[in-house]
T-cell receptor, first 113, second 116 residues
Framework: GENVEQHPSTLSVQEGDSAVIKCTYS??????FPWYKQELGKRPQLIID?????GEKKDQRIAVTLNKTAKHFSLHITETQPEDSAVYFC????????????FGSGTQLTVLP | DTGVSQNPRHKITKRGQNVTFRCDPI?????LYWYRQTLGQGPEFLTY????????KSRLLSDRFSAERPKGSFSTLEIQRTEQGDSAMYLC??????????????FGPGTRLTVL
């Protein structure tokens, strides 16, 4: 089955700096890669996703890049703000059939004011 | 609130008891997923329904676990003879099938289970 590894487990940045979180996956058939943000005690919420037919996607301060050959994808947050502090999870799935998501173990991002 | 809802939000039970959780997906979402999340970890897939049909089950779903979605709307997850290792947050998610981003799974707030 799919295995998703996520690094780093914790990340602290100064407000205004950029943050990068990296994930690798094992199943070459995976074709959908969402990123979820989970604030303490709250539900995971999708912040951005990418399908395997594109290499990069951007939404304001958030971008995701995908390298299918190397089987890794990354989340980039620019101009970080204190409200970006949360746990971020990457995930992968054979999304064509909208099947299960396999999640990474999460990254606790802390943005220091 | 038109999002995914789950009840109860918290459940404390004694080892060996049975518990049942309910998930109400977003209206007209025909896919429904159950995940389990333990502290410091990402959600782990348990099972998935399309309408009333249970299409996938994880090997994590032992024979003490059963899930149903009898009318293709709400779903229940039952755990029989609970063990302390069952303590976790149980998350439900739903997704539509006919939208540009049909893969997006919308999560509920979860049911936190504590087995004493």
């Amino acid at each position: 089955g799919e295995n998703v590894e996520q690094h780093p487990s914790t990340l602290s940045v100064q407000e205004g700096d950029s943050a990068v979180i990296k994930c690798t996956y094992s199943d070459s058939a995976s074709n959908y890669f969402p990123w979820y943000k989970q604030e303490l005690g709250k539900r995971p919420q999708l912040i951005i996703d990418i399908r395997s037919n594109v290499g990069e996607k951007k939404d304001q301060r958030i971008a995701v890049t995908l390298n299918k050959t190397a089987k890794h994808f990354s989340l980039h947050i620019t101009e970080t703000q204190p409200e970006d502090s949360a746990v971020y999870f990457c995930a992968a799935s054979r999304g064509g059939s909208a099947r299960q998501l396999t999640f990474g173990s999460g990254t606790q991002l802390t943005v220091l004011p | 609130d038109t999002g995914v809802s789950q009840n109860p939000r918290h459940k404390i039970t004694k080892r060996g008891q049975n518990v049942t959780f309910r998930c109400d997906p977003i209206s007209e979402h025909n896919r429904l997923y159950w995940y389990r999340q333990t502290l410091g970890q990402g959600p782990e897939f348990l099972t998935y329904f399309q309408n009333e049909a249970q299409l996938e089950k994880s090997r994590l779903l032992s024979d003490r676990f059963s899930a149903e979605r009898p009318k293709g709307s709400f779903s229940t997850l039952e755990i029989q003879r609970t063990e302390q290792g069952d303590s976790a947050m149980y998350l439900c998610a739903s997704s539509p099938t006919v939208q540009a981003n049909y893969n997006e799974q919308f999560f509920g707030p979860g049911t936190r289970l504590t087995v004493l």
